[in-house]
């Protein structure tokens, strides 16, 4: 049993029967977890009604702000005629106008919707279907996968097998093969003597130097689009994107998407991949921001092409994959309640003017003493501070007593809150905890 310096009931059950996600659960004898007692647009309110900003969309999910009425009146509607239903051998409304939805705002080409529950399982989806693919095709050597370095595709064996080995996900290395892995152009990691153009050239150049020689193995290569959010915030420049995308296609490769954390506005257009014009993905990974924070739902959108090459009188051609909740109604509902929203409530007009406010707070935080490469993509803010680690303790307690809840990665400190937020909101966030920063910092 957990000895607990605690007085309330709740964390004392929860820490009795409970095992939380990536949590050193010794650590909740100093530090146990805040009850949150409910959820209320941008704020998570724990149970004497402290409200703090959620400044992590709770995992990059809530985009619309938590509870959204049209949301929620969506999710009971839809309760009220049908939860679930199987998804095979049945279909309903709710799934089909969603998949219409969605074909219609991703990129030409993407036509077939696989739906599934998690950004892991929307992963693995695309990845066995690559593989499955080229093996109908006569290519059965095709079974290997190229990714980013420092990318992060979700814990399951084969998502594990193409993100970047970590201090989390090394003792399990035996049980999936690493992706082959190639270096990205991060601004601050350029070397001296390349300007960006040549170091996004030269990463290019160590794909297409593998593919040349081993494209006949390679299946996939799979990547976040300009953000490797769980990797450390780093960000790349659309051009790079752009030179993979051609040279996936040029050597019979496929191009993996992982939009599960840059998707649906997050990046300040819809999907990151707008950002590339004529980008072809074979296959677009979706999830988080899909229900705006509500319900786990996935979807992997896939071409014509792809789809083809299971269509048959054959049963065992099938793509035989699958999970319970596929395409749950409820979900779909939700989705599609969150969809409409970037409709009427412009929100994509909302994200330009948070990033015209982000914009002018480069300068404030460079200037703090410690604080490193601040970066930023649409609504999302990011700064490097290598003595993170020692004063995250002191500024997540600073942060929630000023209201806020941050949660930093390693030594990246970043903001990714509700789309919804007020522009005023989340200055005021920003200018608070450049005072925290400037305060803790060790000058
Ligand atoms: C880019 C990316 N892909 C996949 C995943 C895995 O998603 P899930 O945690 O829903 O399995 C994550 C999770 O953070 C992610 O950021």
Redesign the pocket.
């Known amino acids: 049993m957990t000895k607990l310096k605690s007085n309330s009931p709740l964390i004392e059950k929860d820490l009795a029967y409970n095992w939380h996600p990536f949590t050193q659960m010794k650590h909740h004898e100093t530090h146990p977890p805040i009850p949150i007692k409910r959820t209320d647009g941008c704020y998570l309110i724990d149970m004497d009604n402290n409200r703090y900003l959620d400044t992590i969309s709770s ?2 999910c809530t985009i619309h702000g938590h509870n959204h009425p049209a949301i929620v009146h969506a999710l009971s509607t839809q309760a009220k005629t049908m939860c679930h239903t199987l998804y095979a051998g049945t279909t309903h409304q709710p799934v089909a106008d969603l998949s219409e939805k969605l074909v219609a705002i991703t990129p030409k080409g993407l036509n077939r919707v696989f739906y599934t529950d ?6 693995e989806m695309a990845l066995k279907c690559s593989v499955a693919y080229f093996k109908r095709k006569g290519y059965s050597q095709k079974n290997r996968f190229v990714s980013l370095e420092h ?6 064996l084969g ?1 594990m097998s193409v993100s970047h080995v970590s201090e989390f996900n090394q003792e399990f290395s035996a049980l999936a093969t690493p992706a082959i892995k190639i270096p990205v152009p991060i601004e601050c990691n350029k070397p001296d003597q390349l300007n960006m153009n040549g170091f996004i050239t030269y990463c290019a150049n160590v794909f297409s130097g593998f593919l040349k020689s081993n494209n006949n193995e390679v299946a996939a290569l799979v990547v ?1 689009p300009l953000l ?3 990797g450390g915030f780093r960000m790349y420049p659309p051009q790079f994107l752009d030179m993979l995308g051609n040279l996936c296609t040029n050597y019979n490769v496929h191009l993996i998407v ?5 998707g649906f506005g997050r990046t300040g257009r819809h999907f990151a991949v707008d950002h590339v014009p004529n980008l072809s993905p074979d296959f677009l ?1 979706l ?2 921001g899909l229900t705006s924070g509500t319900l ?1 739902l ?1 979807a992997t959108l896939t071409t014509q092409k792809i789809y083809d090459a299971f269509y048959d009188d054959s049963k065992s051609n099938m793509f035989a994959h699958g999970h319970t909740y596929c395409a749950n109604p409820l979900g779909c509902a939700v989705a599609l309640a969150t969809l409409s929203l970037f409709e009427t409530d412009r929100t994509l007009d909302h994200v330009a003017k948070l990033s015209a406010m982000l914009d002018r707070k480069h300068d404030q935080f460079n200037a703090i003493h410690g604080v490193l490469n601040t970066r930023q993509l649409g609504s999302i803010f990011a700064m490097t501070i290598p003595s993170l680690p020692s004063i995250h303790t002191e500024l997540c307690a600073r942060g929630r007593s000023a209201g806020f809840w941050l949660r930093p990665l390693g030594d990246t400190l970043y903001f990714m809150p509700p789309l919804s937020i007020p522009v005023k909101t989340y200055e005021h966030l920003v200018d608070t905890v450049a005072e925290i920063l400037t305060d803790i910092l060790p000058t």
Request: charged residues 15%; negative net charge; contains cysteine.
């Open positions: 995992w990059w998690n950004g892991s399982t929307a992963i990318g992060y595709h979700g814990d399951t998502c976040e490797q959010a769980a992982d939009e599960v954390a840059t990974c999830s988080k786990p996935a």
